[in-house]
Antibody, heavy 122, light 107 residues
Framework: QLQLQESGPGLVKPSETLSLTCTVS??????????WGWIRQPPGKGLEWIGS???????YYNPSLKSRVTVSVDTSKNQFSLRLSSVTAADTAVYYC??????????????WGQGTLVTVSS | EIVLTQSPGTLSLSPGERATLSCRAS???????LAWYQQKPGQAPRLLIY???SRATGIPDRFSGSGSGTDFTLTISRLEPEDFAVYYC????????FGGGTKVEIK
C-alpha cells in the first residue's frame, strides 16, 4: 500500500525559504508514471494546489506561486521536495504531499500524506 | 484559471437524509475532469470521485457524482454518521484548482 509522509521544519522565519520533503513508501517513484504534488491548507481554510512534478521531471506550478516555488524529485531516496522562498505569514498552512495521476487527464490526488503544519513567524 | 464555487457553504442535515452538494466552474471543465474529496477534522482529504462520476476504490455506493461542463453535483443518498465532514471539488482539466468546500453538519 502506497504511503506518503511529509517532513521538515515546523517553524520558518519570514523572508526565509520553506523546505519540505515527502518520503514515499510501498512503491517506487521511479517505477511509476505519475505526477507527485504538493497542496496546502491554511488553518480553517480550503485547499490550494502548489505544484507537481511528473515522473519525467517536468514541473507544473500554481501561477500565483510560480515565482517562489520549486518542486524536485530524488528517485534514489524515493522522495520529492518542495521549496517555497520569501515566505510570509500568509504561507502558514498544513502542507500535504500526494500522488497525482498518470497523466494530466487523470490528475486527481490519491493517496495523500497526513500533512505537516508549517508556521511562518519570527 | 478555472474558479470553482461550491454551494451551499454549510448543509445541515440529519442522518439518513439525502445530501446534494454543488460545484460550479467559471468555465467549462474539459473532459469532465473533476474530482471530489472528503475531509474530516485533523485528517488529510480522501478521494471519493474522479472523472465527475467514477467512485474511487473502497468508496460506498451511497456516494455518487454527476455533471459536465460547468455544473457538477456530489450526492450522498443516505447520510451515515461518518459522512459529516467537509467536501471539496477539484478540477484538473486546466491546471489544477479546488473549490472552497461545503461543510455537511449534523442538524
Amino acid at each position: 500500500q502506497l504511503q506518503l509522509q511529509e517532513s521538515g521544519p515546523g517553524l520558518v522565519k519570514p523572508s526565509e525559504t520553506l523546505s519540505l520533503t515527502c518520503t514515499v513508501s510501498g512503491g517506487s517513484i521511479s517505477g511509476t508514471t505519475h505526477f507527485w504534488g504538493w497542496i496546502r491548507q491554511p488553518p480553517g481554510k480550503g485547499l490550494e494546489w502548489i505544484g507537481s512534478i511528473f515522473y519525467s521531471g517536468s514541473t507544473y506550478y500554481n501561477p500565483s506561486l510560480k515565482s517562489r516555488v520549486t518542486v524536485s524529485v530524488d528517485t534514489s531516496k524515493n522522495q520529492f521536495s518542495l521549496r517555497l522562498s520569501s515566505v510570509t505569514a500568509a504561507d502558514t498552512a498544513v502542507y500535504y504531499c500526494a500522488r497525482g495521476g498518470s497523466g494530466w487527464a487523470y490528475n486527481w490526488f490519491d493517496p495523500w500524506g497526513q500533512g505537516t503544519l508549517v508556521t511562518v513567524s519570527s | 484559471e478555472i474558479v470553482l464555487t461550491q454551494s451551499p457553504g454549510t448543509l445541515s442535515l440529519s442522518p439518513g437524509e439525502r445530501a446534494t452538494l454543488s460545484c460550479r466552474a467559471s468555465q467549462s471543465v474539459s473532459g469532465s475532469y473533476l474530482a471530489w474529496y472528503q475531509q474530516k477534522p485533523g485528517q488529510a482529504p480522501r478521494l471519493l470521485i474522479y472523472g465527475a462520476s467514477s467512485r474511487a476504490t473502497g468508496i460506498p455506493d451511497r456516494f455518487s457524482g454527476s455533471g459536465s461542463g460547468t455544473d457538477f453535483t456530489l450526492t450522498i443518498s443516505r447520510l451515515e454518521p461518518e459522512d459529516f465532514a467537509v467536501y471539496y471539488c477539484q478540477q484538473y482539466g486546466s491546471s489544477l484548482t479546488f473549490g472552497g468546500g461545503t461543510k455537511v453538519e449534523i442538524k
